[in-house]
Every structure is written in structure tokens, then in C-alpha cells.
């Protein structure tokens, strides 16, 4: 079975763009996690997708957002992009609380 | 909210010694992960444990559900096992969100 990826790998972005990152979870699997990972507030969670609905949401503004579609693959989306956004931003791929890492987009904003 | 605690922050060894690392929580839980990062960002999953021990090769978790702690052993530590060592909990609504400890710095030399 193919593992969970993540498109892009690198992202280099400029103040006030906005960006999307793509995650493909493992096959079977309906659920995806979005984290953010940075050196000052460790992991964190973003959001949590199940069938196509947002099922949780962690304590992060209303530029980041985030989709999935019928083929379970899920996009998060950052509008208005701040400093602050630069992070590495990991998916995982949930199956009866496991949950499986993707490599991660590792998103730099200048 | 669920706290994660995890000690030591950075820990140094020679090759071939018996490595520890713990991690304790604040409320109960379902379930509780250990997970693995290296320097290129990607996190894999070791172990997930609900209660008493779990072996994989050179590691070992171990949970206590009524003292909220657990442990994380590796025996024979290899310069290769150096990476940072994440435990992580679930929330009690959602198994798919986790809350993640400071991570543990794992420097093994030869």
C-alpha cells in the first residue's frame, strides 16, 4: 500500500499570498489530520476531516481552512499568509486511531 | 484540555546504553502514541498503547493508565536511533486529534 504524500514538499511564499497544500491519504483511509509544527509552539493540531466534513477544528484563525474531497484527498488552504505561517505542515492519515505521517510541505514565508 | 508532559527535553548517550524517556498527562485517555521524528521532518509512528507493554526490536513503551505515565525504553542505543521522541494524546471526543508533548532530543554517539 502506497503511504500518505504530500504535495509540495518545499514551498517558498511572500507576505499577504495566500498557498495550498495537497495531502493523498493511504487507501481505505477517511480521515486526514492536518498539524502545523514549528519551533516555538511544537505540534499542533489544525483540523480533522472525515467523508468529506470537517469533524474538528483546533484554535487557529479563519485564514487557514481546509477541504476533502470524495476521494478522501484533502487540501488546507492559508489565506493572507503571515511570517509566523512558516512551519512545517504534516497530514496524517487516520484509521481507527492510528494515525499515519505524511513527510510534510515544509512552507517558508518571506 | 489534556497536558503532555515529556523529560528530558535533550538526552546525550553512548552507543550501547539503555535509554529512557517519559511522558505524562493530565486527564484520561483512550490511547497514547509514540512517535518518531528525524532531522528531514517526516514522523513515524512507533508504537500505540492503551495499557501495559509493547516491544518492537530495540524498543519498548510501557503505559500506566492509573498514574498517567508512560515510558519510552530503547536497549543497545545506536547512533541511528538519534532523532526526537514525541509521545502524544488523544482527545477524549476525537481519536483523529492529537496533543503532542515537547518531543526528547536523542543524541546517541558512537
Known amino acids: 500500500k502506497a503511504g500518505v504524500t504530500q504535495t509540495p514538499r518545499y514551498l517558498i511564499k511572500t507576505r499577504g499570498q495566500q498557498v495550498t497544500l495537497s495531502c493523498s491519504p493511504i487507501?481505505?483511509?477517511?480521515?486526514v489530520s492536518w498539524y502545523q509544527q514549528t519551533p516555538g509552539q511544537g505540534l499542533q493540531f489544525l483540523f480533522e476531516?472525515?467523508?468529506?466534513?470537517?469533524?474538528n477544528k483546533g484554535n487557529f484563525p479563519g485564514r487557514f481552512s481546509g477541504r476533502q474531497f470524495s476521494n478522501s484527498r484533502s487540501e488546507m488552504n492559508v489565506s493572507t499568509l503571515e511570517l509566523g505561517d512558516s512551519a512545517l505542515y504534516l497530514c496524517?492519515?487516520?484509521?481507527?486511531?492510528?494515525?499515519?505521517f505524511g513527510p510534510g510541505t515544509r512552507l517558508t514565508v518571506l | 484540555k489534556n497536558e503532555v508532559e515529556q523529560s528530558p527535553q535533550n538526552l546525550t548517550a553512548q552507543e550501547g546504553e539503555f535509554i529512557t524517556i517519559n511522558c505524562s498527562y493530565s486527564?484520561?485517555?483512550?490511547?497514547l502514541h509514540w512517535l518518531q521524528q528525524h532531522p528531514g521532518g517526516g514522523i513515524v509512528s512507533l508504537f500505540m498503547?492503551?495499557?501495559g507493554k509493547k516491544k518492537h526490536g530495540r524498543l519498548i513503551a510501557t503505559i500506566n493508565i492509573q498514574e498517567k505515565h508512560s515510558s519510552l525504553h530503547i536497549t543497545a542505543s545506536h547512533p541511528r536511533d538519534s532523532a526526537v521522541y514525541i509521545c502524544?494524546?488523544?482527545?477524549?471526543?476525537?481519536?483523529?486529534?492529537?496533543?503532542f508533548g515537547e518531543g526528547t532530543q536523542l543524541t546517541v554517539n558512537p
Open positions: 496524517a492519515s487516520n484509521y481507527y486511531n492510528e494515525q499515519f
Open positions: 487507501s481505505g483511509h477517511r480521515s
Open positions: 476531516y472525515f467523508s468529506e466534513t470537517q469533524r
Open positions: 486527564v484520561g485517555i483512550s490511547a
Open positions: 498503547l492503551s495499557s
Open positions: 502524544a494524546v488523544p482527545q477524549e471526543t476525537s481519536g483523529s486529534r492529537l496533543t
